[in-house]
């Protein structure tokens, strides 16, 4: 049985700044950097780690696994958080200003990327991380919009993600899904996506 548990990067410059990221490639903040260390403390024993090449959770990724004494961490395309199309960039009060009524009514932007493809590409990709890895423990650095994704194809229901949480998933001839988890005592969990 292949064990992942996928997780959400640490706190980046555009969270602090309530701004949504998308696939644009904001840095951790020093916070993000204290949040990934903490969370190294609380992962638990795992064989690899594999990444977002996305700055914010590659980084995470790779001061978890030093601290954890583990590398190297192999980043993956196909974990990168969703393309939020022209919303990328943008806080909350801008989306309503250039966007009145999408927010509140869930319609999305030009260039947002379907949930249907974003599935497939996030499930894609733990399925190459429990081909490479079927016995063991992986932590997996993603995006909150990847975790999301992969819990709504097992139905799971939508709720806020913190910094430096997730869940973990199984892996034997099918996903299942385990439980959340988080991984800091103080979570931040900003207001948008």
């Known amino acids: 049985m292949s064990r992942i548990l996928l997780v959400r ?6 969270n602090a700044d309530g701004r949504w990221q998308g696939q644009e490639n904001p840095p951790l903040t020093e916070i ?9 403390r609380a992962v638990g024993s795992i064989d690899a780690v594999f990444a977002s090449p996305l700055a914010r959770a590659a980084e995470s990724a790779e001061i978890i696994a ?13 974990l990168m958080e969703r393309h939020a199309g022209t919303w990328q960039g943008l806080t909350r009060a ?11 009514d869930g319609r999305r932007p030009p260039g947002w990327e379907d949930d249907k493809v974003v599935e497939q590409r996030i499930l894609g990709a733990l399925d190459k991380i429990a081909a490479a890895h079927p016995h063991g423990h992986t932590l997996v ?19 806020r993600l913190a910094n430096l949480s997730g869940r973990w998933f199984e ?3 099918h996903w299942s899904m385990g439980p959340r988890v988080h991984l800091l005592i103080e979570e931040t969990i900003p207001d948008q996506l």
Not at 94 to 104: C, K, R, V
Request: proline letters at 5%; glycine letters at 14%; a negative charge.
């Open 32 to 40: 993000g950097r204290q949040q990934a260390r903490q969370a190294a």
């Open 141 to 159: 650095v993603s995006h909150a919009g990847a975790i999301f994704a992969v819990e709504a194809h097992h139905g799971g229901e939508w709720e």
């Open 9 to 14: 990067h640490g706190q980046s410059e555009w």
């Open 171 to 173: 892996h034997v001839d």
């Open 94 to 104: 801008e989306i309503e200003d250039e966007y009145p009524g999408y927010l509140a």
């Open 66 to 78: 030093d601290e954890l004494g583990i590398g190297p961490v192999i980043t993956l395309p196909g």
